[in-house]
């Protein structure tokens, strides 16, 4: 993306709203008085909810006064975590884990439905603007490859049809509840495994 797009996107004001600014002072109540610039990751966290999944310049300036410390360390927080999105990515984010255990599983599947059903490129917003997506690495359930995670929850065990129920959903807004598209509770097996005591099933 240019960065003169970049720039048209960013607003020209940011600030928490009330219900924040209350979750901002249980936040602090964390860290010592002294140390108020340790709560800048979670203060990110909160910006970036609250702007519909990506932080603006005007979030980290804002952050930057709260804290009390240079905007520029700020900043440097923002860009070296990936789980921070400092473009717009949608009212819905996509990441497909490609890692080996879901690459085995079909990711590959998953991602070609992501650029017929999103946009062809990673980070590129859909046409009505709602969705994007991106590969990532290794988001820890390997166990129900592949998945993928769209915002906070998890979709797992999918396969071509249920993914695409789920692109489709989100394009419409109003997004399939997450879960185990294989019916598993957690990464349990598929069906009752037989408890064993002494060679016998207890």
């Excluded at 928490?16 to 979670?42: C, Q, W």
């Excluded at 900043?75 to 996509?94: D, H, I, R, S």
């Amino acid at each position: 993306m240019s960065l003169k797009k970049i720039h048209d996107q960013q607003p020209e004001f940011f600030e928490f709203t009330k219900e924040n600014k209350e979750t901002a002072k249980g936040i602090l109540k964390k860290y010592p008085e002294n140390r108020k610039k340790s709560a800048v990751m979670p203060f990110l966290y909160l910006a970036q909810r609250q702007n519909k999944n990506w932080i603006p310049l005007t979030a980290m300036k804002y952050i930057a006064k709260y804290l009390e410390m240079p905007y520029i360390k700020v900043y440097e927080v923002a860009t070296f975590y990936t789980m921070y999105n400092l473009t717009p990515v949608g009212k819905y984010f996509v990441q497909v884990c490609t890692t080996s255990p879901c690459l085995i599983r079909g990711a590959d599947k998953l991602v070609k439905i992501c650029k017929e059903k999103i946009s062809k490129d990673e980070n590129t917003l859909s046409e009505n603007k709602l969705c994007s997506w991106l590969e990532v690495e290794c988001l820890g359930a390997c166990v129900n490859a592949p998945m993928m995670q769209i915002n906070n929850d998890y979709y797992e065990d999918l396969d071509e049809k249920n993914t695409i129920e789920i692109l489709n959903s989100l394009l419409a807004d109003k997004p399939i509840k997450p879960k185990s598209f294989r019916n598993r509770t957690s990464s349990a097996p598929e069906k009752d495994i037989p408890i064993l005591n002494g060679g016998k099933n207890a």
